[in-house]
């Protein structure tokens, strides 16, 4: 099920353009990437504890209208592929005030072992909260 | 021609699984695409001081091999497309001291007016440095 | 009067600590100055817009206990003094979930004319508006 | 003996005031102090796969002039106090290419068991290394 999470934008968000700069975005679909989790009682701290790490496979972004200081930005993530080697999420990012989309994108992370950085399969308890989140 | 610009990775850049964050090859692909401006003599700066922005339309990234703190970076930028109304470039960035290819991407930027935001052309002086850069 | 605002920590804002980086922290003070700003309704747009900068002058940060992925931060802003040409704020960062201060520090902000970079003074609306934060 | 390192300001480091963000400069201090310790032949690498962390205690820094893109900053670090427990530096960020001085500033790491979060004393071999950066 999709998440929606919301995030204003500072002042230390924007550069020189006066508009968020592009990268931050790649910083947000994380936020919403987190917030799925959570909403499925996965934390990335368990996670790391258990011994996997979560590296980014891919990432791609696509910017429609630009976001602005202290525009509150409400960032939907919807679960595209869940399996026990990797996620892969899609992301719209929205100025609140006027649901006008700013940014759509995608990402993929894999699941690796953390002391060796080989993929890795999650363990029963994980990818069951994991897939619950399909539905 | 190929822009060749190197970055040593410092402890800001990392991530608690002590690897880069994966955003900040993001920001590291307009340190290439900087350079590869400069090389060919055009300044963001006097880009915006003649009224243009040049936000980023598209940007993807795919992530091979995890960088780390101290790590130097060879990023090379070579240009796909330089026309009047947008930039293409795609990145490789190398792990200098083994040559290791760590991520690849791509972007997509467009010249707009700033004070409107709509789609312009480059003017012809700014246009004959940028596609000088293609040879 | 005090401002308070939160701001959950995410994972693109730790180190390979695994924990806050601690420049990150001189950021979220202008979280908390940008919103007492807002609470007494002036927005940072409107100050541009009517051709004032306001640069930092100094700030300074104490560290107590390290954030950490996932914590929920309760940023306390204090404005020390508040003039036409200057602010001085002081920030209290604690960890909601225990009260646990975390960080402590301090920000001069001085306002200047954009178009000169010269220190100015505020208008009669603006200050108004600022020193009724006081109360 | 004081470290000398060049860093070159991009465009995400600047923000809507057209200058460089003012918490950046706390990011590139940390590349002065890595700097330092790396003339010095201390990584944080080892550092930290010897069980030490190097969290950082106080920090502060006062603005005297605005970085802007593209300009080439030479940032200066000098040791003020090294010891087993804590290592203070002051820093001077200078523009490059008329020697304004921007920024100054200062900061203190103190050495905690990474295991515990408790402070700690270096061992021998870190201790001489650091030491002899005072000549």
Redesign the interface.
Known sequence: MKSTVFYRV???D??????V????Y??WF??GR?DFL?QNDI???DL?ADGY???????????HV?G???DILRIETTPQALTRVKMVFTYEIFREKDNILLVTGSSTNVFTK?AT?KITRLDDGYYKKLIAGLK
Do not use: C, Q, W
């Open positions: 500072n002042f230390f924007t550069d020189a353009m006066s508009v700069h592009h990268a931050n790649i910083r994380e936020i987190s959570r934390s990335l701290l790391m790490s979560f590296p980014i496979f891919e990432v791609a972004a696509k910017y630009s602005k200081y202290d953390a950085g």
